[in-house]
């Protein structure tokens, strides 16, 4: 595939250029899939600087709802917003105010699939700067992740999908999978569930270990994994006949994702606190349906499967 | 109604004896628009002291999911719970080493029928302790509401809603009503839709401005204004024919039950937070089905009509 990367450029542009290329592939890479199309919303942040574009099929032949986000912003920063920043960023320096300009761009995505052998995925990757008055950054990271919310496993579904990302970082660092992949199981930990979100992936934050160029290109690598990861597993279940009991094991483990997403997710969190913020883009990531069962136990050994590995996490390709 | 309530009786005894009451008041009189009966769970809270049971009926023929659990716990405080319980109650005294022994009892509900133009309703009444080492209350508050989320508004059953309370209310103050009117409009906003949850109802906490016998049959009021104020709008509700788009509004107005459930309830929050507490007991609050559509609007003025009600509180009765 074509890098869209280019050195001579701002990391900041060639991260925007990144995001709007992946969202134009990855949206016809899943309408592929579908006999529907996305439908595109262009907002803009008002007075505070940027915008974004909102790209959504929903009710589709395959999928339910598939949200495709990107948003590129800048500003100032509040005092207690740097303040929250400096505990992992201590060299953060401010202006005379105590403020400082930022620049964000990232691309975000859920996709729900119609059927329950088909999985739910997820993928974030953005990069954050704090700029210089001069315009050059001063303090930047990358983070970012994907992973996979099976209703039921597919033990080749799942290796695929955490093989071909385990390939994209295997290039930049060897160590970088092991420790996303456990940092990713960390991440989408549901306390009060005692479970996982799902079956795992990549996710990783404020990383500025490698040269910005070379994160640019692990970024570009990641994103190129991800179609080969997840469409193949959308195309081998999406016509798998399913009972209504199934389907209602689907929609409670989408409770579950809405558990998750409302009451830990640390983006969703922000977003919902933050005045101005978009509303439906941040809540794209909620599924159509969903459904919650008073003390619902799983029916049989294939439901039960998905607990036992949702409550110890699997190595799903050696560490 | 005959009064459980016995003045000779500790506070907490009779709050106890009247939440055992009025949970079987309740599931009775809901089995009686239903053909399906309540299921009962009886739970411990372990070695902390105290228990509950839970009622549930789901898929009824008139209710989707009702659920009416009544808890009775106790055991001993911890510093930090203690510290933020300061900033309302002032007074509290611990012992040498900064823990205190409390005491908490209370009924919480929340009922959603599957038609459309039936309405949602949650009522909770809770009573807490702080006891001193020879087993006398040393602070003590009530605490609690009824509140009405219909998906379509109907005029004449928002008024016996909150005409039913304000009647309950009435015999022991005269500003209660209004007060808690209002206060409950504020608890049940969700900021980041700028709308409330439903169409109000009554709602307070920390409340002893009376002697605590006197709030003791105000609760008792609250309680027995219940089914007056809600069954007769089920009944009325509950075989009205509606749309498939009408179902999904509901389903859509659902969601953003969930929504104010799992990211503002302080109850919802606490519990999650807590170890040890009975997860499906606290989500038991949650709709089986609710659904989340990409920037919905309003498909006519009747579903306008709501939102424009939820946007801006309407005074029901005269204050």
């Not at 986000?69 to 917003?81: D, E, M, T």
Request: hydrophobic share 35%; net charge negative; with cysteine.
């Amino acid at each position: 595939m074509t890098s869209v990367l280019d050195p001579s450029l701002p990391v900041r542009v060639q991260m925007e250029r990144l995001v709007r290329q992946k969202q134009l592939e990855i949206t016809k890479g899943m309408e592929s899939l579908d006999e529907s199309s996305f439908h595109t919303d262009e907002w803009l942040r008002g007075e505070s600087g940027g915008g974004g574009r909102s790209m959504v099929l929903q009710e589709g032949k395959t999928f339910e709802k598939a949200g495709v986000n990107i948003s590129v912003v800048h500003g100032v920063l509040p005092p207690q917003a740097i303040e929250k920043m400096k505990a992992d960023h201590k060299n953060i320096k401010t202006d005379a105010g105590g403020s400082v300009k930022f620049f964000a761009c990232g691309l975000s995505l859920v996709i729900h699939p119609w059927n329950p052998h088909a999985p739910t995925t997820h993928l974030n990757y953005r990069y954050f700067e704090i700029t210089n008055s001069d315009g050059s950054p001063q303090t930047w990271w990358f983070g970012g992740g994907a992973d996979l919310t099976p209703a039921y496993i597919y033990d080749e579904d799942c290796v695929q999908f955490h093989q071909k990302h385990k390939d994209a970082l295997d290039q930049y660092k060897p160590d970088l999978y092991p420790r996303f992949k456990k940092w990713c199981d960390k991440y989408f930990f549901i306390p009060h569930r005692n479970e996982t979100r799902g079956i795992g992936g990549i996710f990783f934050d404020d990383f500025d270990e490698l040269p910005a160029q070379k994160c640019l290109e692990m970024i570009e690598a990641c994103f190129n994994a991800f179609l080969p990861a997840y469409l193949p597993l959308v195309e081998r279940r999406k016509d798998t006949p399913y009972t209504d009991q199934q389907k209602q094991w689907q929609q409670v483990r989408r409770g579950r994702y809405v558990e998750f997403n409302l009451v830990y997710d640390r983006g969703t969190k922000f977003g919902l606190q933050t005045p101005g913020s978009r509303i439906e883009s941040i809540l794209m990531s909620l599924p159509m349906t969903a459904s919650w069962l008073y003390d619902h136990k799983a029916p049989g050994p294939e439901e039960q499967r998905l607990l036992d590995v949702v409550k110890t996490p699997v190595d799903w390709i050696e560490l």
